[in-house]
């Protein structure tokens, strides 16, 4: 009997403790399949490695100090997939020798990549810290120059066959910094980085997750409901698994495999919203973006299902089509309480999809015609009549600009309104920058036709020249009929390079500020990610090195919150690039800057309109994910600058009246209540 009862526990034991299958598996198989496909194919640009060591094959016999178009093509797709040593070791008797015009791009490629080698030398190992970031600190100047200084070497040399070389004064600029030797920089080519000994703004990396990764998206929100914000996290390639990140008291701890998400790969950006109402955030993860005729993959549609777990729905929602893409929307575009979708492709097309509660209904006939190579969509209400109407960023044509008319029946009204510029194009938003309860509007310039330039004209701009070849645009609302292009007067007639972006608040002065991501697929392109402060809603200073927020890794997605609960925002920021071996960490920069008092309201849905009115100013706010590349949380994180007291807060038909400063509230505007929560 003992022995039996000892058997049946046992059994017991074994049972509960038994891993559960993973209920994602078809959706995991079917992404494997799509990469084993990869594996094999020198072109696909996955694979640099593959290519490299084909090429490398065919340069056996050729003399090593010859330069030949061949082993330049080797050496920079040895660079590109990380081994930088390999691309130094095909090309080094060329650069020993002396500097001609038919060696040039030679010392140009081994510059590059002995400062790669140092970043993987140096940065790769400094998690928790502002790594690879301008200006260098004396925690995060390299410890091992010798990489470095052999850079500076080349850039030197370089610099005296051609001193006009924007592009290597700006890298020698940046090794010289990176081993801390400021001093090898001759005063001809030193670039001034304009800092600031008194900068209130201040952000500190704190992320302790070393993981390297490619470029990819973010999202930061409340995945469980719990009361702090959570991270969701993406990567390119479909060999790079996502990323579930539960905050724990402050602390981000990985739950990925425990939230069935193994296996679950790839994706240059996503999205979150309740699709389903069920109060829980969920995930659409959106690939194949710059992928050409490699890019024929699917979405996945990730339903939280409120216990840490994320069940792949994509089929049964309708949404399993194989498209390159990697920017899409919510939101509710007919106002029946459910969440609609917009999905951008780079084939040239746009599809708009109906919630119908269980799956999406494509709608066929909207008016919405666009046939361009979609990199961007914005979702915001331009005309103040309670329906959101549809931006359209697009490289290389047109971006376009839909009125909803109800009934998911949209008007292009591109012409009227003015938005149809940059025509190289990317991130873009709707936000009230100048808290006058109109939506303005941002959009990246990104002009890829002229790859050498844009990185040229983007180091100028710190070298203090005018650049006019591919800035982004800041459009005002007046009022509801027209746009009006301010960029020049607010400051942002600037070659940002941007890829990601958000907007949030950094400071609490109640004006909203821009972040964004830089770079491109070109290994040169090796820029800060920027940062601009809102001066009063009038104009934008630069504070992208006197910030912490100078990160010279490719950036991409980007995402504002509290995730600290002390009532600044922070960002999260995933940075890589999208060849094999440009990955890095990705960042969590905590905000240490001036505190400023501030309010936050949780519990509204997307697309609700909050003013908030104190007797100093009025703060005019729409909830949302924000920028197109990267999501905020949905909490409503409202800064009020020297503000000690808040006279009211209007929601739609609700007011709320004697809510305190510096406090958290969550807002049921169905019954126009709200419950103070801290």
């Not at 938005?419 to 990317?426: H, L, Y």
């Not at 941007?498 to 820029?527: K, P």
């Not at 007797?615 to 706010?621: A, I, L, N, Y």
Request: charged letters at 20%; hydrophobic letters at 35%.
């Amino acid at each position: 009997m003992k022995l039996h009862l000892f058997v049946m526990v046992i059994f017991v034991f074994l049972s509960c403790t038994k891993e559960r299958p993973n209920p994602n598996q078809s959706a995991i198989d079917r992404l494997k399949n799509l990469y084993q496909n990869t594996k094999t194919d020198a072109n696909h640009p996955y694979q640099n490695e593959l290519k490299a060591d084909l090429l490398a094959e065919q340069l056996h016999d050729l003399p090593s100090n010859i330069p030949v178009q061949l082993r330049y093509e080797t050496a920079y797709e040895y660079l590109k997939a990380g081994e930088n040593e390999k691309a130094i070791d095909v090309i080094k008797d060329i650069i020993i020798t002396d500097i001609t015009n038919r060696n040039y791009e030679y010392f140009r490629l081994g510059a590059l990549a002995y400062l790669r080698k140092a970043e993987q030398e140096n940065c790769f190992h400094q998690s928790g810290k502002n790594a690879c970031t301008l200006p260098f600190t004396e925690s995060t100047i390299h410890t091992n120059k010798r990489s470095g200084q052999r850079s500076v070497e080349l850039l030197l040399q370089m610099l005296k066959f051609k001193p006009n070389d924007v592009e290597s004064k700006w890298l020698l600029n940046i090794a010289a910094r990176a081993i801390g030797s400021v001093e090898m920089i001759p005063q001809e080519h030193y670039i001034n980085l304009n800092l600031s000994e008194n900068s209130e703004i201040e952000f500190v990396n704190t992320f302790q997750d070393a993981s390297m990764g490619h470029a990819g998206g973010s999202s930061m929100e409340d995945f469980d409901n719990d009361g702090d914000l959570d991270l969701f996290v993406t990567s390119y390639h479909l060999n790079d698994n996502v990323r579930y990140y539960v905050n724990e008291n402050g602390t981000f701890k990985d739950h990925t495999k425990k939230a069935f998400l193994n296996g679950i790969t790839g994706g240059l950006n996503l999205i979150h919203g309740d699709v389903n109402g069920d109060g829980f955030q969920d995930i659409l993860i959106l690939r194949g973006g710059w992928l050409e005729s490699f890019g024929n993959l699917p979405p996945s549609l990730l339903i939280n299902q409120g216990d840490h777990t994320f069940i792949d729905r994509t089929e049964e929602w309708g949404i399993l089509v194989y498209q390159p893409t990697q920017t899409a929307a919510f939101s509710d575009f007919n106002n029946d309480g459910q969440l609609d979708l917009i999905l951008g492709s780079e084939r040239k097309s746009v599809r708009l999809y109906e919630n119908t509660g269980a799956h999406f209904r494509q709608v066929e006939q909207s008016g919405i015609n666009c046939k361009g190579f979609v990199k961007g969509i914005s979702v915001g209400d331009v005309n103040n009549d309670g329906l959101s109407d549809i931006y359209i960023s697009v490289l290389g044509d047109e971006n376009q600009l839909y009125l909803n008319k109800d009934n998911f029946q949209f008007e292009d009204k591109t012409e009227i309104f003015g938005v149809a510029s940059p025509i190289n194009s990317f991130v873009t938003w709707f936000f009230d920058y100048n808290n006058d309860g109109w939506e303005d509007l941002f959009v990246g310039g990104y002009n890829i036709d002229n790859k050498r330039r844009m990185i040229d004209e983007s180091i100028k701009d710190f070298m203090g020249d005018t650049v006019a070849f591919s800035h982004p645009r800041l459009y005002r609302n007046e009022g509801g009929s027209k746009f009006t292009d301010v960029t020049n007067e607010v400051g942002l007639n600037k070659e940002l390079f941007a890829m990601g972006g958000n907007y949030g608040d950094v400071n609490n002065d109640g004006y909203l500020d821009i972040y964004l991501g830089t770079g491109e697929f070109n290994m040169w392109a090796i820029m800060p990610n920027r940062l601009f402060i809102n001066q009063n809603g009038e104009y934008f200073t630069d504070e992208t090195f006197n910030s912490g927020l100078g990160m010279i890794q490719k950036g991409h997605g980007i995402s504002f919150g509290d995730f600290d609960n002390d009532g600044d925002q922070d960002i999260f920021h995933t940075i890589g690039g999208a060849v094999q071996g440009d990955v890095f960490m990705n960042y969590l920069y905590e905000n240490k800057s001036t505190p400023r008092n501030w309010i936050t309201l949780s519990g509204l849905l997307p697309g609700s309109r909050v003013s908030v009115y104190t007797p100093g100013f009025s703060v005019q706010r729409t909830v949302s994910t924000g920028g197109s590349f990267g999501n905020n949380s949905l909490w409503l994180e409202i800064g009020l600058g020297t503000a000690t007291k808040i006279d009211s807060i209007n929601i739609s038909d609700c007011t709320f009246v004697d809510l305190q400063v510096n406090s958290k509230y969550k807002v049921n505007k169905q019954i126009c209540e709200i419950e103070k929560l801290q």
